[in-house]
């Protein structure tokens, strides 16, 4: 049951490039999207999010972009550094059918190198 | 920054022992949650607490599954009797409302190794 898909388990770039991250979903009633990244020994934290009302969410060198139509969300980082380096989870709920759950992905772990 | 305390950072059981799994949740938060990841796999959602009860739960919180909150602070998932393949990384998160996904704070985890 793979409702979030994160197909590519690695990511790696060099400093100074574009990470794009990409996640797949196959549930309509997903309808908030979020991006959690998690270092080693830590639990994950919140990266930023995107509501299905809208296409792109922007915050400092982060930008998600919501694709409904082919139920596809990507995460941009430009320019990436190597403190961007850790494990990236694609996270999604059902607020509106009042589901507090968040359903997430694998997972995928970008390198960026100095 | 207020943040989740998971105690303890790893727990080594006997198949069939009952864990105990602690969490001090952020102090003013209301809303309680255990997610759980199996080594290379996803982070899947356990169950929701909110009220002094469960709010929410997957299929895999069964009846060896179950959650307190003994006193003001702490809040516990206990499994009674541990298989194999319970074990995983086991993550408390908390957050005011539940509704505010993106103010979800999670803990460092506790690394559960059921031999």
């Known amino acids: 049951d793979q409702q979030v898909k994160q197909n590519s388990p690695s990511l790696s770039v060099q400093e100074g490039r574009i990470s794009i991250l990409n996640c797949d979903y196959t549930?309509?009633?997903?309808?908030?999207f979020l991006w959690y990244k998690k270092y080693p020994a830590e639990g994950p934290t919140f990266l930023i999010s995107?509501?299905?009302?809208?296409d792109k969410n922007e915050d400092g060198r982060f930008t998600v972009f919501l694709n409904k139509s082919a139920k596809h969300l990507s995460l941009h980082i430009v320019p990436s550094q190597p403190g961007d380096s850790a494990v990236y989870f694609c996270?999604?709920?059902?607020?509106?059918?009042?589901?507090?759950?968040?359903?997430f992905g694998k997972g995928m772990k970008l390198t960026v190198n100095p | 920054e207020p943040e989740v305390t998971q105690t303890p950072s790893h727990q080594v059981t006997q198949m069939g022992q009952e864990v105990i799994l602690r969490c001090v949740p952020i102090?003013?938060?209301?809303?309680f949650y255990w997610y759980r990841q199996i080594l290379g796999q996803k982070v899947e959602f356990l169950v929701s607490?909110?009220?002094?009860?469960?709010?929410?739960k997957s299929e895999i919180f069964d009846d060896q599954f179950s959650v307190e909150r003994p006193d003001g602070s702490n809040f516990t998932l206990k499994i009674r009797s541990t298989k194999l393949e319970d074990s995983a990384m086991y993550f408390c998160?908390?957050?005011?409302?539940?509704?505010?996904?993106?103010?979800?704070?999670f803990g460092s985890g506790t690394q559960l190794s059921v031999l």
């Open positions: 549930n309509s009633m997903f309808d908030y």
């Open positions: 998160a908390s957050n005011l409302r539940a509704t505010y996904n993106e103010k979800l704070f």
């Open positions: 102090s003013n938060h209301l809303y």
């Open positions: 995107i509501s299905s009302i809208k």
């Open positions: 996270a999604a709920s059902a607020l509106r059918g009042g589901s507090e759950k968040l359903v």
């Open positions: 607490f909110y009220n002094n009860e469960i709010s929410e």
